[in-house]
């Protein structure tokens, strides 16, 4: 089944401490991307990717990393998580930029995480 | 969502047709997806518009006025579990995408 499998679905973490959202499609999309969305904000792009060893920041990239070694996977790391990074996570991915082959995104599952 | 404009709720009657309307800024246009997002769940692909007029899925269809920067998603024959948020999102030709808040549905027996 095409997917994008994202993990954990929840996550409650103390400030500071590393965490990694793992991140993978097999679908073999060429674009990959991390949003967060926060009521009243609506969906907001934290990175992406356009292909392997390809990245770049989105609109909200602060206390944010990525990387993408592997096209299937894409990462998300929070190097000193702070409690305004709580928010609910979506990866994405599609085959062309931004999902304009036609096609739109395919999204994983979310990750609600939780900073205290 | 900056320079998307859509209702933030709606509400309709099961059995019935909703239009949901999105305006968004024109310049450097590049194409009009709409996305559905149950509460708590990811966002689903519905549709998407580069042309102007109406593309029909299913009970679904989604028209585009390029000169009018306007959009609208049709919901026919409306079911319980079309209650959702339904997003309007524009792709711009920098490639980049701008999302809508969400007009929340709620479609009542």
């Known amino acids: 089944e095409a997917q994008v499998t994202q993990n954990p679905r929840y996550l409650i973490t103390v400030t500071g401490k590393k965490l990694t959202v793992t991140c993978s499609q097999n679908?073999?999309?060429?674009?990959m991307s991390w949003y967060r969305q926060d009521p009243g904000l609506g969906l907001r792009q934290i990175y992406y990717?356009?292909?392997?060893?390809?990245?770049d920041k989105g609109d909200v990239p602060e206390g944010y990393k990525v990387s993408r070694k592997e096209k299937r996977n894409f990462p998300l790391i929070l190097e000193s998580p702070s409690p305004n990074q709580t928010s609910l996570y979506f990866c994405?991915?599609?085959?062309?930029?931004?999902?304009?082959?036609?096609?739109?995104?395919?999204f994983g599952s979310g990750t609600r995480l939780t900073v205290v | 969502g900056q320079n998307i404009d859509q209702p933030t709720e709606m509400t309709a009657t099961e059995g019935a047709i909703v239009q949901i309307n999105c305006t968004y800024q024109?310049?450097?246009?590049?194409?009009l997806f709409w996305y559905q997002q149950h509460a708590g769940e990811a966002p689903t692909f519905l549709s998407y518009?580069?042309l102007d007029g109406l593309e029909e899925k299913g009970r679904f269809s989604s028209f585009l006025s390029r000169s009018k920067g306007y959009s609208y998603l049709l919901l026919k024959e409306l079911q319980m579990k079309d209650s959702a948020s339904y997003l309007c999102?524009?792709?711009?030709?920098?490639?980049?995408?701008?999302w809508g808040l969400g007009t929340s549905l709620a479609v009542n027996p």
């Open positions: 990717s356009m292909n392997v060893e390809v990245t």
């Open positions: 518009n580069v």
């Open positions: 994405a991915s599609s085959l062309g930029a931004s999902g304009q082959a036609g096609d739109g995104y395919t």
């Open positions: 679908m073999n999309h060429e674009y």
């Open positions: 024109t310049s450097g246009f590049n194409g």
């Open positions: 999102v524009r792709a711009g030709n920098n490639r980049k995408l701008i």
